[in-house]
C-alpha cells in the first residue's frame, strides 16, 4: 500500500537515488502497478486467487529433458499478461510473467532428473 500512496514529489526523489533504477517510467510504473495490485486484491479477495486462474488452480508441471525444452513464453503467460495490461499494469510482458510463474511456483520447468523436480 505504501508504494501505491507514491506521490510526484517522491517518486521525483526517487529518480535522484543513486542506488536505485533511476529510470522514470519504470519508477512510474511500480506506482502505477501498486495501485493495480491493491484494485486486483479488492476484486478478487488476494492476487494470489487471481493469479492460480491462469493456471486452473494448480501448478503446472512440465518435465524438459533440457533447459532448451524450457520455453520463454506460455499461451498461459500470454494470457497473464494481456489481462494485466487491461487492469493497468505496465512492465508485464509475456517473457516476464512466465519467469513470474516460474519463481512463484504456478509453473514447474525443473529440467527431468533434477533433485528439486519432484518436490
Known amino acids: 500500500m505504501k508504494v501505491a500512496r507514491f506521490t510526484p514529489d517522491k517518486v521525483k526523489k526517487l529518480l535522484l537515488d543513486p542506488g536505485i533504477v533511476r529510470n522514470r517510467l519504470k519508477v512510474a510504473g511500480a506506482v502505477k502497478n501498486a495501485k493495480a495490485f491493491l484494485a486486483v486484491q479488492k476484486e478478487f479477495g488476494s492476487f494470489d486467487a487471481y493469479v492460480w486462474r491462469f493456471v486452473g488452480g494448480k501448478p503446472k508441471v512440465n518435465r524438459p529433458r533440457s533447459t532448451k525444452g524450457v520455453p520463454a513464453t506460455t499461451p498461459e503467460s ?42
Open 78 to 119: 500470454d494470457a497473464l499478461s494481456k489481462d494485466l495490461k487491461k487492469r493497468g499494469f505496465t512492465f508485464v510482458g509475456s517473457t516476464i510473467m512466465y519467469a513470474f510463474m516460474q519463481a512463484t511456483g504456478l509453473v514447474d520447468d525443473h529440467i527431468a532428473g533434477c533433485p528439486a523436480a519432484n518436490n
